[in-house]
């Protein structure tokens, strides 16, 4: 699947949507069929992967301001991805933590929650 590399609100959506995807929902947990991705993998790699973790969810971040969004939301975005980074620097704790506190999909809520006001014509129907 290629991703678009427009500008435009539609291409914005479906790149932050696979990026979400891909940080928190890319495997699932054989047994216990709980979602995860490389957000939570990287993650175990100490200190190194919390700033890779941070870069990406960081990216997320830029994309909703090259949309336009308000500084509240982008605040709201940051405080998310400070937060999960914080969280990743404790040992153990930031690792289970990981699985309860997911900013990317938080962000996403919100970069949604724009566009669909906005930009009703990115709403993608599932089904």
Known sequence: MSLPTGTDPASVRARVEAMEMLLERSFRVP??????GLDALIGLVPVIGDFITTALGAYIVWEARNLGMSKWQLTRMG??????TL?????LVGDAADFVFRSNTRNLRIIKKHLD???PE???LEG
């Open 31 to 36: 047994g216990v069929n709980v979602p995860i």
């Open 79 to 84: 405080t998310n991805v400070a937060f999960d």
């Open 87 to 91: 969280l990743g620097l404790v040992p």
């Open 117 to 119: 006001k906005h930009h």
């Open 122 to 124: 990115t709403r993608v």
